[in-house]
């Protein structure tokens, strides 16, 4: 079995890795990759967005199984494209997507379909924001609708600093143009959890929880990051938040995009807060997270290739499963 991964950061390393358990996997290819994920895949000099040039490749090496790691392609895209063409691939359509894409349609999505998560606004119009601002409690959160890398959110604690945050963000473009669009968001307090999962179109498996710092300075200051660093699992995941999230949060989740016209098959990272109400969906990813990847997949015990394959068929029936031992691994 050929395998060829499409990114380039310690998520693709991790994958990689793990992947390479598999005894079926003969080769594991990476585009564009790096000098760590060469341990374990020959690295391809075409970069994630090269949909056309990747498909390429896959085609004429055989690929049995193309597995997306970065953002910018999915919802870009590339899935349609490689399954346009015929080939396997693993990771969520364009129109699924959208759940990491758009902040806006995910947080629309959530109050549609009564999934916890912080009140909220969105804005194409800067100065309504700014109204918007002149009535709001401090502190309040500002997030550009698109892709930023992990970067595009801003908490001010200052009606100053939240006007500053709306011109950088919507006029100054420092988020590009995921910045076109802008969400206001409520302040939430509590522990900040991280749980990754696989879904095959209905059905969903969370994997163990993880932990994040997420400011860039000592004492959780500084701007937001992508993840100074991670630990899994959280001592603050419990069972009875791991129980409340399965029936309020994460199938509802797969059940709304289902109902949207919108199925998703591939992994859904939910970033949740634990708030004094309960736990609420802080963001949606549609990819594994990095660096979250790099502490869950060595403490996942079931074959991932095993996996990503239930996934793309849509039954998870011949795949042998077992949670409990994923979350409570060593």
Sequence with gaps: ?????????????????????NKKVEKIYCAPGNAGIEEFAECVPIGAMEFDKLAAFAKEHEID??????????????????????????????????????????????KKYHIPTAAYENFDDSE??????????FPIVLKADGLALGKGVLICQTLEEAK?????IMLDKQFGASG????????????????????????????????????????DTGLNTGGMGTFSPSPFYTKEVDEFCEKYIYQPTVDAMAAEGREFKGIIFFGLML?????????YNARFGDPETQVVLPRMKTDLVEVFEACIDGHWIRLIWNSKIMRRSA
Excluded: C
């Excluded at 079995?1 to 358990?21: D, F």
């Excluded at 309504?128 to 409690?137: D, I, M, N, P, S």
């Excluded at 929880?209 to 400011?215: C, E, G, L, T």
């Design 1 to 21: 079995m050929k395998v060829l991964i499409v990114g380039s950061g310690g998520r693709e390393h991790a994958i990689a890795w793990k992947i390479a358990q």
């Design 180 to 219: 076109n669009r802008m969400v206001i968001e409520e302040f939430m307090t509590g522990r900040e959890v991280s749980v990754l999962s696989f879904v095959d179109g209905k059905t969903i498996k969370t994997m163990t929880s993880a932990q994040d710092h997420k400011r860039a300075g000592d004492g």
């Design 128 to 137: 309504k924001a700014l109204e918007y601002l002149e009535t709001a409690k």
């Design 275 to 283: 708030t004094e109400d309960g736990p609420k969906v802080l963001e």
């Design 65 to 110: 199984l193309t597995v997306i790691g970065m953002d910018d392609p999915l919802v870009g895209g590339i899935v349609d494209v490689f399954e346009a063409q015929g080939l396997r691939v693993f990771g969520p359509r364009r129109n699924a997507a959208i759940l990491e894409g758009s902040k806006a349609f995910s947080k629309d999505l959530m």
């Design 164 to 168: 500053a945050g709306v011109k950088s």
